[in-house]
């Protein structure tokens, strides 16, 4: 089973509107990563968070971690039809494997 | 600098069929982790190599295979197949191992598709 699962699964906003998604996990963990990919494309990193760490920026995203309720966001600010993707969370718990969520479709309109 | 480069970019096979796909990671990378996406669902782990050596098994019968070369470049095979290994194969590198803390960096990919 998924050690990530991303909520919402599907997300349609008005461009320069915020996006919330939330990824809840079931272990203890590393690190938490979150990605983003575009239709029938490679994922590209955005944000990699520790577990000891509760918030990280860069640019327009906010990411949040809180190993006591094992959640983690990912705020994505001021929306643009480009950010339209799907986003994914992934875990480490130390080892050698990294989990993936299922992802969560965003779908910004111009 | 060349990100990670996978090939081919699609494959047609039919079933029972044997694939090799090949990955090249960023220079100077030395971990190689490969990960199977079926249509509409999150990447899911197959394996991961650091420096020429398994680390990391997923969830995956042995039909599934891998090596690391000595440039760190990396082969996936794949015997046997069936209907549902029709997938987008992805190869992720990184500098470190998977707890290293570091990020990992995927290519766009080879679209698989079992006939």
């Known amino acids: 089973s998924q050690q990530g699962e991303e909520d919402p699964q599907a997300l349609s906003i008005q461009e320069g509107e915020n996006a919330t998604m939330n990824c809840s996990y079931k272990?203890?963990?590393?690190?938490l990563q979150w990605y983003r990919q575009n239709s029938g494309r490679g994922l590209v990193h955005l944000i990699l968070i520790r577990s000891n760490e509760r918030e990280k920026h860069s640019g327009r995203l906010r990411v949040t971690l809180d190993t006591s309720k094992k959640s983690s966001s990912l705020l994505i600010t001021a929306s643009r039809a480009a950010d339209t993707a799907s986003y994914f969370c992934a875990t480490n718990t130390g080892g050698f494997k990294t989990i993936f969520g299922a992802g969560t479709r965003l779908f910004v309109k111009a | 600098d060349a990100g990670v480069t996978q090939s081919p970019t699609h494959l047609i096979k039919t079933r029972g069929q044997q694939v090799t796909l090949r990955c090249s990671p960023i220079?100077?990378?030395?971990?190689v982790s490969w990960y199977q996406q079926v249509l509409g669902q999150g990447p899911q782990f197959i394996f991961q190599?650091?420096?020429?050596?398994?680390?990391g098994r997923g969830n995956f019968p042995d039909r599934f295979s891998a090596r690391q070369f000595p440039n760190y470049s990396s082969e996936l095979n794949v015997n046997a197949l069936l209907l549902g290994d029709s997938a987008l194969y992805l190869c992720?590198?990184?500098f470190g191992a998977g707890h290293s803390n570091q990020p990992q960096h995927f290519g766009d990919g080879t679209r698989l598709s079992i006939l």
């Open positions: 992720a590198s990184s």
């Open positions: 272990t203890s963990i590393n690190n």
């Open positions: 220079s100077g990378h030395k971990s």
């Open positions: 190599y650091y420096e020429k050596e398994e680390r």
